[in-house]
């Protein structure tokens, strides 16, 4: 199986082009493909493939082989892909995801995409469509006891479920105690994705993530755009205003619009190329 890994700001997945490769078991590759001892490394699988919708298909696998509805990183990378591998000469494409079509802006360099922007649709607040166990209307806000600590939880979906808490200071939690106990929350019966977030000023956050079925990742795309949906709600940041989110892997610019779309920019960095016996790999485990 060839293969490209790529990386959004350090979140970085195998990208398998299936308008030439087959993977008959993804769910199986991305577990093995993603073991940073006994396969390549990565935080899961990335699959490109023909759409009747859009210009491109994504379909995407956690490290734990559960799939994913939707990866902002991901869509970048994407971006990049099919423009410097080829398979488009557009600077506009739309791409089909388990969470609807997104609309990606290149911005090439020397022949090269540097830079994608990212239409990411409307953030999604109603809590059944999350989902969250709440008979709020939103969930902003609310109180929720994780591991015998009560946190002021803010909860969006942007096509994947987000849980967004606030600190004083985010560099000395330890994710991989708390983030498992965050993720499989009975009031989350799909699990969640939380980030932890620090706000520095109205135009600035710093986060960390942890991600359902892939742990504690350099970056989330999705997360920064909901981290950025819920400051607003919280009044921490303003509608229509760009915000730097910072991330481990680097930062991402983020502007909530009054319309309640929300539009993530940000780089997209190609790795190495190569291949992979997967049978064998999978074998060899």
Not at 133 to 145: L, N, Q, T
Not at 153 to 163: I, Q
Not at 260 to 277: L, N, R, Y
Request: aromatic share 8%.
């Amino acid at each position: 199986m060839k293969f490209t890994k790529m990386h959004g700001i350090g979140n970085d997945y195998i990208y398998v082009n299936c308008f030439e490769e087959n993977i008959p078991d993804p769910e199986k590759a991305s577990i093995y493909v993603s073991d940073v001892r006994k396969g390549i490394g990565a935080d899961g699988l990335v699959m490109i493939m023909p759409s009747d919708k859009a210009d491109f298909r994504m379909r995407i696998f956690n490290a734990d082989g559960s799939e994913a509805m939707m990866c902002g990183n991901a869509t970048r990378c994407i971006g990049k892909y099919v423009y410097d591998k080829g398979l488009t000469d557009k600077t506009e494409v739309t791409l089909e995801t388990n969470s609807g079509i997104k609309y990606l802006k290149l911005f090439p360099e020397n022949g090269k995409v540097e830079y994608v922007e990212v239409d990411m649709g409307k953030a999604i607040l109603e809590p059944e469509k999350i989902p969250v166990v709440s008979d709020k209307e939103r969930f902003i806000s609310e109180p929720v006891e994780v591991g015998g600590i009560e946190y002021n939880m803010t909860c969006v979906s942007m096509g994947n479920p987000h849980a967004i808490v606030y600190f004083d200071s985010i560099e000395d939690l330890d994710l991989e105690k708390i983030g498992p106990v965050f993720e499989n929350h009975k009031i989350f019966p799909d699990r969640v994705n939380t980030e932890f977030i620090h706000v520095k000023n109205r135009t600035e956050l710093d986060m960390r993530v942890w991600e359902r079925g892939s742990g504690e990742t350099f970056a989330c795309g999705t997360g920064a755009c909901a981290s950025v949906v819920a400051s607003c709600l919280n009044g921490y940041c303003d509608k229509d205003s760009e915000v730097t989110v910072h991330l481990r892997g680097g930062d991402l610019r983020i502007t909530y619009r009054s319309d309640e779309t929300v539009i993530m920019k940000g780089p997209a960095s190609h790795i190495c190329d190569g291949v992979v016996d997967i049978d064998e790999l999978i074998k060899g485990q």
